[in-house]
């Protein structure tokens, strides 16, 4: 680890862009080495090499060009898993547009907040009826936007642009030339509007330097090679998509695997691993604990070399049973929309159960008390990037359009995660939630994961989450939302809530055990699938 954080050096081309020097080269040197492998539920297959998907990406850059899409243009993607996003990803960077990726789940309300906030010119939707329901209804509050492209497997017959109406006939495109001024190194290339836990989503700007920026997150996180076929599971409007599905692969020299599909199914999933041979595997934890409730034994998943797990806490008792059934052992990371991977578990390292490892050496990571001094081991304290004179590379510029709300979170060289962590002997970071999450009862500071983690390791227990509810005598006491197995819900009660207590007690300190608890259905999330805590302890506070 020493050597990683001594070594690593970024050489920084003057005007980089992704699509140009790294994808464009790849073409020429490795013109017929598979890029992309494509399939669908439905048993649709492509197969893209480099030097086709340059031909495609070239083609659909002088398609939007002839629409009007150029330099600083702000564009949304809402494809959900769909080929064409790849293509339209690169062809928009060759154009120097701002590409602005959205999930397909958004409403007419979310689609009209985005659209003004970032005056969005362009929208590029898949053609599914939701989908356009929604877009078409906020196009009267919209005047920003320009250029609507319906993208499907039907013909349009509206008038509105279509890709498949174009594709059929892109034989016949104009050339593609490449503009004379593409981007500097600190032009915004992408912008993520934050699926945060409370408030109004913020619009996270990233400049050229960011895809850079991924180059640790597939060549060392992932541990990729040229032989390596990767699958990251995650939808195309989220950030955690760049991270798996696109820049940190494409350096390496991996394949992007993608598995489009309408439902999520562990079985359907695991079946495309064992089909394909995919050798490197990303996802949540919560993929991972529906998957070890599968009968593993069935699926021959001897191809798979690497699996690493982000997006939220690893549960140790998660990584347990995946090792115990595939003698693979998953490498946790961690980062925010604001950055690239910040802590990861790197190959050369032990991965410790529910750490999210050490500091990206392309980071100055601290932990930082409540007063601005820094943690002691064993501490707890937000974890913070020094920034000092330069920032480093894959950090975000700023909250576009807000500099109140940057100032608040980066500012006197330091950006602020708004992550709570400790850090023990060995230099591993573990995660104990975001700052409003942590409960502080009777003098003591405890941190959601480490009891939702000790609830995790109860066969009971599917999802959890732990709030505080106020208290007159303690301040707040430990609360636990829980969603239970099939087989455990008959059994919901008195019983089964002192069960689970005194299985907290045993897994750990006993005076974090919840003296609440609740059985739901579901509990409250974002639309990325994140928890809202925030959601259960505003119900709480008007009991």
């Known amino acids: 680890m020493d050597d990683y954080k001594q070594h690593l050096e970024f050489i920084i081309p003057d005007n980089f862009n992704f699509a140009y020097d790294v994808m464009d080269v790849w073409a020429e040197e490795a013109p017929d080495k598979l890029a992309l492998l494509w399939t669908n539920d439905e048993g649709v297959e492509i197969r893209t090499t480099f030097g086709m998907l340059k031909e495609q990406t070239d083609q659909a850059a002088s398609y939007l060009q002839s629409l009007g899409i150029g330099a600083g243009d702000p564009v949304m993607l809402i494809l959900k898993r769909r080929y064409e996003w790849w293509l339209v990803m690169l062809a928009l960077h060759k154009l120097g547009a701002v590409v602005i990726p959205a999930t397909h789940m958004l409403t007419k309300h979310d689609v009209v907040y985005r659209n003004t906030r970032a005056s969005i010119k362009g929208i590029i939707c898949v053609d599914d009826d939701y989908v356009i329901s929604q877009v078409e209804a906020a196009l009267p509050e919209s005047p920003t936007v320009k250029v609507l492209v319906r993208v499907g497997d ?30 500097t190194n600190d032009d915004t290339m992408l912008m993520y509007f934050t699926s945060g836990t409370s408030g109004e989503p913020k619009m996270v700007a990233h400049d050229y330097l960011y895809a850079l920026g991924h180059l640790s997150t597939g060549v060392f996180w992932h541990n990729l090679h040229e032989g390596s076929l990767h699958l990251t599971v995650a939808d195309t409007g989220w950030g955690k998509a760049v991270w798996g599905k696109f820049y940190g692969q494409w350096f390496a020299g991996a394949t992007v695997f993608v598995f489009d599909h309408e439902k999520f199914n562990a079985d359907n999933l695991l079946r495309q691993i064992e089909k394909y041979r995919v050798t490197s595997f990303c996802a949540p934890p919560t993929i991972y604990r529906f998957m070890i409730r599968e009968d593993l034994s069935k699926y021959d998943l001897s191809a798979l070399e690497y699996c690493t797990t982000a997006g939220e806490a690893l549960n140790p008792a998660v990584f347990d049973k995946f090792y115990e059934k595939t003698g693979i052992r998953m490498m946790e990371g961690f ?23 050490m500091p990206n050496a392309q980071y100055d990571i601290d932990l930082l008390k409540p007063d601005g001094t820094p943690c002691e081991d064993g501490e707890k304290g937000e974890i913070v990037v ?31 995660t708004g992550d709570v962590a400790w850090r023990d002997e060995d230099g591993y970071y573990w995660f104990e939630g975001r700052i409003d999450d942590v409960i502080k009862s009777s003098g003591y500071r405890i941190g959601p994961f480490e009891v939702e983690s000790a609830l995790m390791t109860h066969p009971a227990v599917v999802e959890c989450a732990i709030t505080g509810v106020p208290d007159d005598i303690r301040g707040m006491v430990v609360k636990a939302t829980v969603v239970l197995g099939k087989e455990w819900k008959e059994k919901a009660g008195e019983a089964l809530i002192k069960e689970l207590q005194e299985h907290v007690k045993h897994e750990t300190a006993p005076y974090k055990y919840p003296r609440i608890v609740e059985f739901v259905d579901e509990l409250p999330k974002t639309i990325s699938g994140k928890i809202r805590r925030v959601e259960i302890r505003n119900k709480d506070s008007k009991v």
């Open 335 to 357: 980062g925010q929309t604001e950055t690239t991977m910040t802590l990861g578990t790197m190959p050369w390292m032990k991965p410790k159960p529910g750490s999210m490892g």
């Open 386 to 416: 020094r920034v000092g004179d330069k920032k480093p590379i894959g950090l975000f510029k700023e909250y576009y359009r807000d500099a109140e709300l940057t100032h608040e979170a980066w500012h006197d060289g330091i950006y602020h």
């Open 154 to 183: 039907r013909a349009n017959a509206s008038g509105t642009p279509s890709w498949h109406d174009w594709q059929s006939e892109w034989r016949q495109t104009p050339k593609f030339c490449r503009p004379d001024r593409v981007n």
